[in-house]
C-alpha cells in the first residue's frame, strides 16, 4: 500500500477492521493529521441505561487518534496504540457520536493525539469525551503496516 494517498491508505485500512464494522462506524473524513470517525446508536453498541457503551466511544476515539497519526506516517508504516487516557464528559446519546481524532506532535517513533467525542442532536453537537493518546510507528514488522 505504499503509493496510496494518506487518504485512500487510512480507507483502506479502516475497511480491514472487524471491530469498526461490529461496531457500524464509518470513516467521515481523512485529511493531513485528523481523522473523523462515526457511529449511530442502538441496542448493539448500548449499555443498560440505552447510553453509547464507553467501550464503543474508546474505540471509534482511538481509532480516530490512530487513523490522525498514520495519516503523517511513512509510506509503508503501521501505527499501534502505545497509550490512551479518556475522559467520559457525559452519557454519549443522540442522533450520532462523531469522534474527531487530530495529531498534537508527529515524531518519528511517537506521535501524540487526540480524539473529542461529540454526540449530535438536534440541539447541536456536545463534547461527551476527550481522548489522548500515545502512537507508535512501527515499520518492518511483518503484518503490521499500511
Known amino acids: 500500500m505504499t503509493d496510496l494517498t494518506p487518504d485512500a491508505r487510512v480507507r483502506a485500512s479502516f475497511d480491514k477492521q472487524g471491530l469498526m464494522r461490529t461496531l457500524g462506524a464509518t470513516l467521515e473524513a481523512v485529511a493531513p493529521g485528523a481523522v473523523e470517525i462515526a457511529l449511530v446508536p442502538g441496542p448493539a453498541v448500548s449499555q443498560q441505561h440505552g447510553f453509547v457503551h464507553a467501550g464503543a466511544v474508546s474505540a471509534i476515539a482511538d481509532s480516530a487518534a490512530g487513523y490522525a497519526a498514520l495519516t503523517l506516517m511513512p509510506p ?46 438536534e440541539g447541536g453537537e456536545k463534547l461527551v469525551a476527550l481522548l489522548t493518546a500515545t502512537l507508535m510507528a512501527v515499520q518492518g514488522r511483518e503484518g503490521v503496516g499500511d
Open 76 to 121: 509503508g508504516a503501521g501505527v499501534l496504540t502505545a497509550e490512551f487516557k479518556i475522559n467520559l464528559l457525559a452519557p454519549a446519546a443522540g442522533r450520532r457520536i462523531l469522534a474527531r481524532g487530530r495529531v498534537v506532535k508527529a515524531g518519528r517513533t511517537l506521535t501524540l493525539a487526540q480524539a473529542e467525542v461529540f454526540s449530535e442532536s
